[in-house]
Nanobody, 122 residues
Framework: QLQLVESGGGLVQPGGSLRLSCAAS????????IGWFHKAPGKEREGVSC????????YYADSVQGRFTISRDNNKNTVYLQMNGLKPEDTGVYYC???????????????WGQGTQVTVSS
């Protein structure tokens, strides 16, 4: 069974950090572009970061550029999103997804897992 499981979310104060994990089972993450997507309350889901295969090129939305870093650990079959300098507008559910290409920006449709909740609040 092909599955992606997100974890690492939580409640953090503005300016704080979190590291999200996207663990794969049933397939090899290194064969795909892996994206992180943000669903804020009342807004469309949007791609905020992506790491491409096989060259590991990385892409970021303007809103997170310089604050978030995506990386891949092939030994653990896991992709991470290091989130620094968190802002209240980063609040929402974060999902990861695998595809043959990267998507940065709004996205509709698709099949999504449970995601992991990030709340940035003082």
């Amino acid at each position: 069974q092909l599955q992606l499981v997100e974890s690492g979310g939580g409640l953090v104060q503005p300016g704080g950090s979190l590291r999200l994990s996207c663990a794969a089972s049933g397939f090899t993450l290194d064969d795909y572009a892996i994206g992180w997507f943000h669903k804020a309350p009342g807004k469309e889901r949007e791609g905020v970061s992506c790491i491409r295969s096989p060259d590991d090129s990385t892409y970021y939305a303007d809103s997170v550029q310089g604050r978030f870093t995506i990386s891949r650990d092939n030994n653990k079959n896991t992709v991470y999103l290091q989130m620094n300098g968190l802002k209240p507008e980063d609040t929402g559910v974060y999902y990861c997804a695998a595809d043959s290409y990267c998507v940065i920006g709004p996205i509709t449709g698709g099949s999504w897992g449970q995601g992991t909740q990030v709340t940035v609040s003082s």
